[in-house]
């Protein structure tokens, strides 16, 4: 079956930064676009970052733009998420998750993905 496994949360510093990473199996990796997301206690999941299946193109929310950068190796399966410059409001659950390419035609960030992980919590300190 599909598993999507994240890891690379802890607890930093404001200033600081961390690289998340999102393993998939069960899945041809390069079919499908992949997404970052988070959600803090008490507000909504909101998207974070999106990339297409070659990698080639990127979404970002915009309070992550110039901070973090989301990249992908097809050949490890394993999509990253580099974030510099964290800030306390960056501190979340962030979830990875899959969507197949014929569903992200028209957008990175579709409103449905098909395959999600459990989460790695990111903690930034002020």
């Known amino acids: 079956q599909v598993q999507v496994v994240e890891s690379g949360g802890g607890l930093v510093q404001a200033g600081g930064t961390l690289r998340l990473s999102c393993t998939a199996s069960?899945?041809?990796?390069?079919?499908?676009?992949m997404g970052w997301f988070r959600q803090a206690p008490g507000k909504e999941r909101e998207e974070v970052s999106c990339?297409?299946?070659?990698?080639?193109?990127?979404y970002y929310t915009d309070s992550v733009k110039g901070r973090f950068t989301i990249s992908r190796d097809n050949a490890k399966n394993t999509l990253y998420l580099q974030m510099n410059s964290l800030k306390p409001e960056d501190t979340a659950m962030y979830y990875c998750?899959?969507?197949?390419?014929?569903?992200?035609?028209?957008?990175?960030?579709?409103?449905?993905?098909?395959?999600w992980g459990q989460g790695t919590q990111v903690t930034v300190s002020s």
């Open positions: 990339i297409d299946w070659r990698g080639t193109d990127t």
């Open positions: 998750a899959a969507v197949h390419w014929v569903r992200a035609t028209t957008t990175l960030c579709p409103s449905t993905f098909d395959y």
């Open positions: 069960g899945l041809r990796f390069d079919d499908y676009g």
